[in-house]
């Protein structure tokens, strides 16, 4: 009987899946940040690693969660742009606007439900240091152009409990 080693992946198909994976969102983000807006009944809830590299928020939010957040993009959101690596979005906490930048590395799971669709991640590599934080809008987000209306109302962070595999 011969010892036979497991292969290598030398080229490490599952992170090129989780990349590629992650392109979606970025597609996606990109249609919302379109001038049209999030198609039809369309919503985002994003949940990422509030500590992962590279994430910045305002001090206050990133006390509230120290470790995980779930973000819905639907009717509030301002400001949404997105680049290659990451996205930066303003929205409300308690009235008051704040700007959120969340690389795509950081996001473990991306669901819209108005589809049933859902991405699931591995978890990114945490960052002990404090989370930076960002300088306070200088733009009133009242003045900014709306995202498509609807309902109105606050953004509001949501546990997706009821989605996770158990």
Known sequence: MTDQQPPIDDMNYEQLAQDALRGVIRMALERAAS????????????TFKTRAPGVTLPNDVAAKYPDEMTIVLQHQYWDLE???????????????????????????????????FML????????????????????????????????GGEAKVVSLDQFRKK
Do not use: C
Request: hydrophobic share 40%.
């Open 120 to 151: 699931q991640f591995d978890e990114p590599e945490i960052v002990e240091a404090e989370v930076a934080p960002l300088p306070t809008p200088v733009r009133d987000p009242e003045a900014a152009p709306a995202a498509p209306s609807g309902e």
């Open 82 to 116: 997105v680049s290659d690596s990451q996205f930066s979005v303003m929205l409300k906490f308690g009235g008051a606007p704040k700007v959120l930048n969340v690389p795509y590395n950081a996001i473990v799971r991306f669901y819209d439900p108005s589809v049933q």
């Open 35 to 46: 001038p049209e807006g999030i198609p039809g009944a369309h919503h985002f809830y994003i």
